[in-house]
Every structure is written in structure tokens, then in C-alpha cells.
């Protein structure tokens, strides 16, 4: 039995009652294309921007949270295992990571991180470039934070800033999109950086039921010119009610069922190729009620790629 995955059997007989403990497998290389999970075990950036670690957790918490869902007999999982931050070497872990992104792509898979500190950005985006399909790239962060910090060092705050800097070093077309910004996370330094960087963004207090629809159109206004997108759910973006097990809970955030279609919208675009979930803090979470939301967004994006051809 593989780490994480264990749960409840209601027929060890019937696929209809199975769920995913019960049908992930360890990823070989054999494996048909399906949806791979791979752990960003590391907090180490987290540690560095002066935020409360324990994310380091987070892909073993997301994994028993995972387990007891119903199974989606059309998708095929997979669990790819974990990448390590040892030793402090997070430039070392997020290349790692990196490349693992990159060999899922290539052999079909739809890459989905369990993070671990949000230092798992750079890591995903990087992944995606050193890949054979991103063309034109967007990333879409749904985040209470803009991630767009300076620094001498990787932390979980500078993962965007480093994608761009990227991108440009590599003449990779980048847009950038940053949805449920809160004002109170965000210095004004932080906001110059987004403007000079030509970043889209909605503020939280933007992002209502009432503005859903417009909310949307915008977004897909917004991903028009992009051939592969790389989605990052950091899940400070919910409220802090919601989603309390984080390095940085949010004051305000945008509430779950304006994150859902959101989510649904980027999916159903077709050129969704990387996700991740970001900033799962185990020891601060109340009753898993964190992780089990993670699960939650985890299992509705295998839901939408069982119901369309992998890309």
C-alpha cells in the first residue's frame, strides 16, 4: 500500500463503490495517460518569507484526503510520489520537481501538484516550459497574494517574479493572471510590480456571485491568445473560515463557489496542461477541513479532464 492512500471499503468487489484509494496506482512507465499527482514536499520557502511552516505536510494530508472519494471509473490516477526539499536546496527541489512536471507531459499526463509552501509555482511553470507543448503560456494564481517579491533567494513569494523573469530570459510568451488579490496582503511595492509586468488581476472584493458571470468572460477574454495554461490554486485565496490551514489565512478571500467555476472555466478551455495546490499547512488545520477542500477542487478537475480527451 502506497503512503497516504487508505480509507474505507464498502464492496472490495463492486467498481461502483470504490474510491480512490482503492484505484490509484504508482506511476510506471508503462502507465496509460491519466491524471498524476506529485507532492512538493517543502516549506522551506514558506520558512524564508518569514510565514508559519508545516507545509511540508501538505502532500501527505491531501493524499488522505483523496482517499476516501468516490472513485471516476473513466479517469485513470496516479500517484507519481513526492519531490523533497533536503537540506534547504530549494533551487534544487523545484528543478526536480521541474523536470518530473516535464516528463508527465511528455509521456500524456495531466500534472497535478501537492504542494507544500506556494514555492511550488516556479516549479509547475518551470515544468510547463521545459515541456514540448507551451507555445504562448498564461498562468492562472488564485490568490489572496501576487507572489511578485524581489529577492536574492527563492521563497514562496517570489515564484511569479521568477517565472517572468524566466519567460523573458527565454523569449517564452507569459501572461500572468492573478484572481481574489487581496489589498490588505499586497504592498504597494508589490502592486507597482504587477503594473510593470502587465499582470491581470481581480481584487477579492471584485470576485461576487453577482459579478460571476462577468468575472469569467473577463478570464477567458484573458486566456484568448494562450496555447497552454498553468493553473495554481493557492489555497489563501479562500476565506479563512474555509480554508484556515495556511501559512497566511485570508481576511476576507473569495468564497468557494466563485472559485469553483472559475476552476470549471480555465478546465473547460482545453489548454489547461499543469495544476497544482498550493500552502496546505496540516498542523494548523482545523478537523481537515483545509485538506478536504483541497480534495474537494482536486477531484472536480479529474471529473472535468475524465470528461475530455487528455491533451
Known amino acids: 500500500m502506497m503512503e497516504g492512500w487508505n480509507g474505507r471499503i464498502d464492496d472490495p468487489e463492486d467498481p461502483e463503490t470504490f474510491r480512490w484509494h482503492q484505484v490509484v496506482r504508482h506511476l510506471d512507465n508503462l502507465a496509460t495517460p491519466g491524471i498524476a499527482l506529485v507532492g512538493f514536499a517543502s516549506d522551506e520557502g514558506v520558512r524564508r518569507n518569514h510565514g508559519r511552516a508545516g507545509a511540508v505536510q501538505g502532500p501527505l494530508a491531501l493524499r488522505n484526503a483523496l482517499s476516501n472519494l468516490p472513485a471516476i471509473q473513466s479517469c485513470s490516477i496516479y500517484d507519481a510520489g513526492d519531490i523533497a526539499c533536503l537540506d534547504g536546496d530549494l533551487d534544487g527541489a523545484q528543478s526536480r520537481y521541474a523536470d518530473r512536471v516535464s516528463r508527465l ?74 484572481l481574489g488579490v487581496s489589498i490588505s496582503s499586497n504592498t504597494q511595492r508589490l502592486f507597482r510590480a504587477a503594473q510593470e509586468a502587465e499582470v491581470r488581476l481581480l481584487m477579492d472584493h471584485e470576485m ?104
Not at 506556494?118 to 516549479?123: D, K, L, N, V
Not at 515541456?131 to 501576487?146: K, T, W
Not at 472559485?259 to 478551455?269: G, K, M, N, Q, R
Not at 489547461?272 to 488545520?285: G, H, S, T, Y
Request: proline share 6%; with cysteine; charged share 15%.
Open 105 to 178: 507531459l511528455a509521456d500524456g499526463h495531466f500534472p497535478v501538484g501537492m504542494g507544500g509552501g506556494h514555492e511550488i509555482g516556479f516549479a509547475s511553470y518551470l515544468g510547463l516550459a521545459r515541456s514540448d507543448c507551451p507555445g504562448r503560456m498564461a498562468i492562472v494564481n488564485l490568490d489572496a497574494h501576487l507572489d511578485l517579491r524581489d529577492g536574492s533567494a527563492a521563497t514562496s513569494g517570489t515564484s511569479f517574479s521568477q517565472a517572468i523573469q524566466h519567460a523573458r530570459a527565454h523569449e517564452i510568451p507569459l501572461d500572468y493572471i492573478c
Open 208 to 311: 461576487t456571485q453577482s459579478s460571476l458571470s462577468s468575472n469569467i468572460d473577463q478570464l477567458l477574454r484573458w486566456l484568448e491568445p494562450a496555447d497552454s495554461i498553468y493553473l495554481s490554486i493557492c489555497l489563501d485565496v479562500l476565506p479563512g473560515c474555509v480554508a484556515p490551514g495556511v501559512s497566511a489565512p485570508s481576511a476576507r478571500g473569495v468564497p468557494l463557489e466563485i472559485i469553483e467555476p472559475l476552476i470549471a472555466a480555465v478546465s473547460a478551455t482545453g489548454k489547461l496542461k499543469v495544476c497544482d495546490i498550493a500552502e496546505l499547512c496540516p498542523r494548523l488545520d482545523i478537523d481537515n477541513a483545509t485538506a478536504r477542500v483541497a480534495a474537494r477542487l482536486i477531484y472536480q478537475l479529474a471529473i472535468a479532464r475524465s470528461a475530455c480527451p487528455l491533451a
